[in-house]
């Protein structure tokens, strides 16, 4: 599995705008073929920086929608940012249950 997180700051006077359209193209995004999840997250500590998640079957899957037109809907939608988009793209080569890694690491949760 491929992980790309995009980190977004939006001026706050475009927030709003930049949030209805991020909303549209996000379900645009999940039906996308190798598309396992995508989601867009808000910061708690700073109302301007949101991060969109997309997880990817492959390297091939994430390659073709970074060149497809649903992307470039996206980096036309930065253009209200209040600075450049940080990308960065991690390989996931195993990815368990919470219980599965309790067992393995002996963890025990807070109550």
Same mark, same amino acid.
């Given at each position: 599995?491929?992980t790309?997180?995009i980190?977004? +700051? +939006? %001026?706050?006077?475009?927030?709003?705008q930049?949030?209805? =359209?991020?909303?549209?193209?996000?379900?645009?995004?999940?039906?996308?073929?190798?598309?396992?999840?995508c989601?867009?997250?808000? %910061?708690?500590? %700073?109302a301007? #920086?949101?991060?969109?998640?997309?997880?990817?079957?492959s +390297?091939?899957?994430?390659?073709?929608?970074?060149?497809?037109?649903?992307?470039?809907?996206?980096?036309?939608? =930065?253009?209200?940012?209040? #600075?450049?988009?940080?990308?960065?793209?991690?390989?996931?080569? %195993?990815?368990?249950?919470f219980e =599965?890694? +309790?067992?393995?690491?002996?963890w025990?949760?807070?109550?």
């Amino acid at each position: 599995m491929i992980t790309m997180l995009i980190k977004l +700051v +939006v %001026d706050g006077r475009c927030r709003r705008q930049f949030l209805e =359209t991020m909303r549209c193209l996000l379900g645009r995004y999940r039906v996308e073929e190798g598309c396992l999840s995508c989601r867009l997250c808000a %910061d708690i500590e %700073d109302a301007n #920086s949101l991060l969109l998640i997309g997880d990817w079957r492959s +390297v091939g899957d994430l390659s073709k929608h970074l060149h497809g037109e649903r992307f470039r809907a996206l980096l036309a939608s =930065t253009e209200s940012l209040s #600075s450049a988009p940080k990308y960065s793209v991690s390989t996931v080569a %195993d990815r368990t249950d919470f219980e =599965t890694a +309790v067992e393995l690491f002996g963890w025990v949760a807070p109550r």
